[in-house]
């Protein structure tokens, strides 16, 4: 089971490579790609070891469905419901918000948390002496384990709340493009924040703050205030990584937020790379 | 008298260290403001049914829960469990001071550089939510109060007691996260505890976690709690707590194999 999850998650390597690739690099899209296989594998390989820490996750996993289930629940317990959202429906917000907590944890934690301490050891100087981007080694050369359970779960529900509201093959398509545009959102902003340690150097806590405010995804945003929904609209674009992809999945979100999701995604994208380099102008490496 | 210069001394030590870190103790403050999310689902929810809370009481208990957990943070598990993975705990044990003296007046020390942060949040709040700015009567202060020490030490205690199983396992921490689930859910800290099922509510009240959240934060804002049951609860935990932790204490102490030990 645990092998079969592990090849699964080897089909997404083309997909990440990708946007690492531009006209100017030297290195070819096949060579991303054989590159970040190589990567996995040393590290998957090495965390196998420790197959005591995946049942730790699996159990964690479970219990923080059981919590998050147990927290929607009291909002619906009674008679209110969230302005426009079923129980099931509510549900599907829950299943992609787990989703998205377990990608984060497989691919975004593992490696973005580890910038700081690059630097603050000015061991970041190898990473920039390697022929491939420093964004990409330093976005995607490790894979945990621990956030696979939390991506099963997060489909089941998915699947499990669709099957209420009745949907079809082609809406869980259709749900695709929003939410991988929510996952590069969230990994832009992610590695914004982990660059700004070229300059602050200490702050492990940053992305503990961007990730307590993403819980607000739990929710579906029509569920806020109206100043909450601006602030996690247009500030901390919350509403983009989970309200977005569920509503698409129902055929209910208008073209213009498919087009601000993919919008969005780019132009954080983009700046993630600009403002990299950007930060790397201010690095003052141990050596030299 | 003796103990108490170490305690002072302790105590300005890791002040001066804490201030150092200013700019790092903003960012952690922030990452409290899971109640603030709560806050905002919750005044919405009032607004639309009767839930036996208003728009505003929500407002005030969800910035009670924000002030006792911005009061009761503890991060005891990673310090102690780097200290003995790294083997840092060796010198410490020289000294004639117990090491967790170290580790409790430094999150005392820490409490006070977090003060002017927590004052302007407050400020903050105040304009966003003038309608829920309450005054709180003697008997809410001092029980308030007393009961937010209570549930610092423990809390500090509960988590010390996992960091002394890093002598035996090398990731003490994830217990502390996986105890964590049960703490953000059970605590209160996402709806007032009247609003749970009933079955759920009695439950929760046997185990440790509303006296770390709920329990101070409800008397300061004056709703009703069983005072004796709640501090009796607190107190027993507490006691469990104390007798594992010196006991694994002990046992770990002889198993502990760091450098120089």
């Not at chain 1, 594998?41 to 059981?66: D, H, K, W």
């Not at chain 1, 929710?219 to 990584?241: C, D, K, M, S």
């Not at chain 2, 942060?117 to 001092?142: D, Q, R, S, V």
Request: glycine share 6%.
């Amino acid at each position: 089971m645990l092998r079969d999850c592990i090849n699964i998650l080897f089909t997404a390597l083309p997909f990440i490579a990708v946007p690492f690739v531009t006209q100017k690099s030297i290195v070819s899209l096949a060579q991303y790609v054989r590159v970040l296989k190589l990567f996995w594998q040393v590290t998957i390989a090495a965390e196998l070891e420790y197959r005591v820490n995946f049942v730790i996750a699996v159990i964690s996993s479970i219990g923080g469905l059981a919590g998050s289930l147990f927290g929607l629940f009291l909002f619906y317990r009674t008679d209110y419901t969230f302005p426009g959202w079923l129980w099931s429906e509510a549900l599907v917000v829950l299943g992609i918000f787990t989703i998205l907590q377990g990608v984060a944890a497989t691919f975004l934690v593992p490696n973005l948390n580890k910038i700081v301490s690059y630097v603050q050891e000015g061991t970041l100087d190898f990473v920039l002496l390697k022929p491939v981007s420093s964004q990409f080694w330093l976005s995607t050369h490790t894979v945990s384990l621990w956030g696979l359970p939390d991506l099963i779960f997060g489909l089941v529900i998915v699947f499990y709340a669709g099957r209420q509201v009745g949907l079809s093959a082609l809406d869980y398509l259709a749900m695709l493009p929003p939410l991988g545009f929510g996952i590069l959102s969230l990994y832009s902003l992610w590695f914004i924040l982990g660059a700004t340690s070229i300059w602050f150097v200490k702050i492990y806590n940053v992305t503990e703050v961007l990730r307590s405010l993403l819980e607000a995804g739990r929710f579906p945003i029509e569920g806020y205030p109206a100043a909450y929904r601006v602030f996690f609209t247009f500030i901390i674009p919350v509403a983009f990584l989970t309200t977005v992809p569920a509503k698409t999945m129902m055929g209910r979100s208008e073209p213009t937020w498919l087009l601000g999701s993919a919008l969005l995604a780019l132009i954080l994208f983009q700046f993630s790379r600009w403002f990299w380099r950007f930060a790397l102008r201010f690095y003052t490496s141990a050596s030299s | 008298m003796r103990s108490f210069r170490v305690a002072r001394t302790l105590i300005s030590v890791y002040y001066a260290y804490m201030v150092e870190y200013r700019a790092e103790l903003i960012f952690w403050v922030l990452s409290g403001s899971f109640p603030l999310i709560f806050l905002g689902l919750w005044n919405q929810a009032a607004q639309s049914g009767d839930l036996g809370f208003t728009s505003a009481e929500f407002a005030r208990y969800f910035l009670a829960i924000f002030l006792v957990r911005q009061f009761t943070v503890v991060w005891v598990i990673w310090d102690f469990e780097k200290e003995v993975v790294q083997g840092k705990l060796s010198p410490l044990l020289l000294q004639p001071v117990d090491p967790v003296w170290r580790h409790f007046f430094g999150h005392v020390a820490e409490r006070a550089t977090r003060i002017p942060f927590i004052l302007l949040l407050i400020g903050l709040f105040c304009l966003l939510y003038p309608e829920a700015i309450w005054l709180p009567t003697p008997y809410a202060c001092l029980w308030g109060s007393l009961t937010l020490l209570l549930s610092f030490c423990l809390r500090f205690l509960i988590q010390y007691t996992f960091a002394m199983l890093a002598f035996w396992i090398e990731r003490a921490s994830a217990i502390q996260q996986f105890w964590f689930l049960f703490y953000t859910f059970l605590s209160g800290m996402v709806a007032p505890l009247a609003l749970f099922p009933e079955p759920i509510r009695e439950f929760a009240l046997w185990t440790p976690f509303p006296y770390l959240v709920y329990f101070p934060a409800s008397l300061l804002i004056g709703l009703p709690v069983d005072l004796t049951r709640g501090l009796v609860m607190m107190v027993a935990w507490g006691a469990i707590a104390l007798l594992i932790n010196r006991w694994l204490w002990q046992a770990g102490l002889r198993r502990y194999s760091g450098m120089g030990a």
